[in-house]
């Protein structure tokens, strides 16, 4: 069968179950298209093709033995699907660099809950995806490596900071990724890539093994080609982590099992303000186009008020740099990665953050140590707080008129490589439609909703805490009416 990189994780999964493809193929097929294109797009810090092939194998073996005994339907879905894994999340054995020089050669030993979930689903683990260093970023430029080509127009940016997924997604270098979402980090580049990408409701998926960045809005998500994959990867990552104290307990579900069912008659609620001042009035037409699709699936639109979105964005960067501040002070090269060295233990410190960590990871952290620091912590830090709770009351406000609320991903499309460096302030802006939901701690996902001269556009899907299966439910019906994610870009 050619092209088999092209295939999502339940065409897979049913050809896999079927005996008409091995684990191995599967796998050795993505890495043959890895061979072929990374250089051009450069998704990946870290490819583990033995390890890959090794599992690979292993799943194989547990084929063969289940067709035997007539029960290959009842294996895990993921059961020898290649897996790529953004680089903040912890690998045991495999390298996990952050993107950053300061975490160059570190091997953690243990592996992140929800990679840990993964893998006894038996997932093949392809490698470690580029990133904006420590995932702070919108387009992977801030990553020490380097930046990820978007393989729409290998010119521009694929989004961040898990670009480096979003890049391998679209260019078939692997068939599922999962990533994080602090402000927009996996919905964005699903966004600039065509893809399907969610941020779980906060404490819904395990953070332990999630090197920090803002502990109360850091999320691991997953990120796909379509619905149903994004459905299948949730499942499996999903659930309650004692190891992890923001994990919330309680039932996950079977979020699937709504993919078909009706949607008509669902409200959905349209912000004014998702199409205001800043939004570029292409992106703007693409997603009105996908709000009557949704409209003639029989949802009912209703324009709604978020007022306090144009706050989310001084919010988010008083409330992420200040708990940056505080988790990245261990890395001061006494315990673990790069270490400079000094006459004296002050002088080390300094020499091994100044030449470890990048220039933006610098600038949030002055930035945090400053809003925390005495004499502006209330000024600061302690009255963003006061606007974070307002902002979740307003969507707590906004659920009891609507059952979803829908507008863009992002304000723009993707920009060319090397904007970003050039218009710091403006891009700080284009966080301004995924900060508020991951402020407030409800669930978004993003699914591709067209074209704009040939860049992809997304649109996104909120919803009330804990209902990812509602936002699958409208996502898929809408997914399964327009085929946007179908198209592939050609990568010359």
Request: charged share 25%.
């Amino acid at each position: 069968m050619d092209e088999l990189y092209r295939l999502t994780a339940h065409e897979a999964r049913d050809l896999l179950r079927k005996g008409e493809i091995s684990a191995t193929e599967l796998t050795q097929a993505v890495l043959d298209r890895i061979h072929a294109v990374e250089d051009k797009v450069k998704a990946y810090i870290t490819l583990t093709p033995e390890i890959a092939l090794a599992q690979a194998a292993e799943a194989d073996k547990a084929f063969v033995q289940a067709r035997k005994e007539g029960r290959a339907h009842t294996l895990p879905d993921l059961l020898g699907i290649p897996l790529a894994v953004k680089d903040v999340i912890s690998t045991a054995g495999i390298r996990t660099t952050c993107a950053s020089r300061i975490l160059e050669n570190y091997i953690p030993p243990y592996d992140a809950t929800a990679v840990q979930r993964l893998r006894a689903q038996g997932a093949v683990i392809l490698g470690k995806t580029n990133t904006d260093e420590f995932a702070m970023g919108w387009s992977t430029e801030n990553s020490a490596f380097g930046p990820s080509h978007n393989p729409w127009d290998l010119t521009r940016v694929p989004g961040g900071s898990s670009g480096g997924n979003a890049a391998a997604l679209a260019a078939d270098e692997t068939i599922i990724a999962i990533g994080s979402d602090t402000g927009g980090s996996v919905r964005q580049p699903a966004g600039f890539c065509n893809l399907v990408a969610l941020r779980p409701t906060y404490g819904r998926v395990s953070r332990f093994g999630l090197v920090a960045f803002a502990s109360s809005l850091d999320q691991i998500g997953p990120m796909t080609k379509d619905v149903t994959d994004a459905a299948l990867v949730y499942e499996a990552i999903a659930g309650h982590d004692p190891r992890d104290s923001t994990s919330v307990d309680r039932p996950v579900g079977e979020v699937r099992r709504a993919l078909g069912q009706e949607v008509r008659g669902l409200r959905v609620g349209v912000p004014r303000e998702y199409f205001g001042e800043g939004i570029d009035p292409r992106v703007a037409d693409v997603v009105r186009q996908a709000l009557r699709v949704l409209e003639d699936l029989g949802a009912r639109l209703e324009e709604i008020s978020l007022p306090l979105t144009r706050h989310s964005i001084p919010v988010y960067y008083i409330i992420a740099p200040a708990e940056a501040s505080a988790n990245l002070a261990r890395y001061d090269g006494v315990r673990y990665g790069y270490r400079a060295e000094a006459a004296t233990l002050w002088e080390q410190y300094k020499r091994t953050r100044g030449r470890g960590f990048g220039p933006e990871v610098k600038r949030r952290i002055i930035l945090g140590t400053y809003a925390l620091s005495a004499g502006y912590y209330d000024a600061y830090y302690l009255r963003a707080q006061k606007v974070r709770t307002l902002i979740r009351q307003e969507y707590e406000t906004a659920f009891r008129r609507v059952d979803v609320i829908a507008g863009p991903v992002a304000p723009v499309v993707p920009w060319p490589i090397g904007w970003a460096m050039e218009n710091p302030v403006q891009v700080y802006l284009t966080d301004l439609l995924t900060i508020s939901q991951a402020i407030a701690g409800v669930p978004a996902l993003a699914v591709p909703a067209g074209f704009s001269d040939g860049l992809p556009v997304g649109l996104q899907l909120v919803g009330r805490p804990f209902d990812e299966e509602t936002l699958f439910r409208l996502a898929y019906a809408y997914e399964q009416a327009t085929q946007w994610g179908k198209k592939r870009p050609v990568i010359e």
